[in-house]
């Protein structure tokens, strides 16, 4: 069984910077597609940002293209989320997840992906 565990939330005020890391316990990190997604209170999970096994492809959400950047370190077996002019609306419990099989490069779809971590929250204040 794979685990992931997020860090690196926290609270920020509005146009502020935060960087979240997920640290995979699987050597075979580099074989799965990883994404980002978020829940805000009384919402639906909603897709943030993935990122292929190479890390050469990325796809991200409308709204968040431009502010943030997913990459991954195969050698550390950890995904980053560097989220820049973070806004309220960005305010939510951050998960990642992990998707072990499948050719396409990533995924927006979370029954797709097999491994979540246990999420870290993002609070943005105006």
């Known amino acids: 069984q794979v685990q992931l565990v997020e860090s690196g939330g926290g609270l920020v005020q509005a146009g502020g910077s935060l960087r979240l890391s997920c640290v995979a316990s699987?050597?075979?990190?580099?074989?799965?597609?990883m994404g980002w997604f978020r829940q805000a209170p009384g919402a639906e999970c909603e897709f943030v940002a993935a990122i292929s096994r190479g890390g050469g492809s990325t796809d991200y959400a409308d709204s968040v293209k431009g502010r943030f950047t997913i990459s991954r370190d195969n050698a550390k077996n950890t995904s980053f989320l560097q989220m820049n002019s973070l806004k309220p609306e960005d305010t939510a419990v951050y998960y990642c997840a992990g998707r072990r099989s499948g050719s396409a490069s990533y995924s927006r779809l979370e029954p797709q992906y097999d491994y979540w971590g246990q999420g870290t929250q993002v609070t943005v204040s105006s």
């Open positions: 699987s050597r075979t990190f580099s074989s799965y597609i």
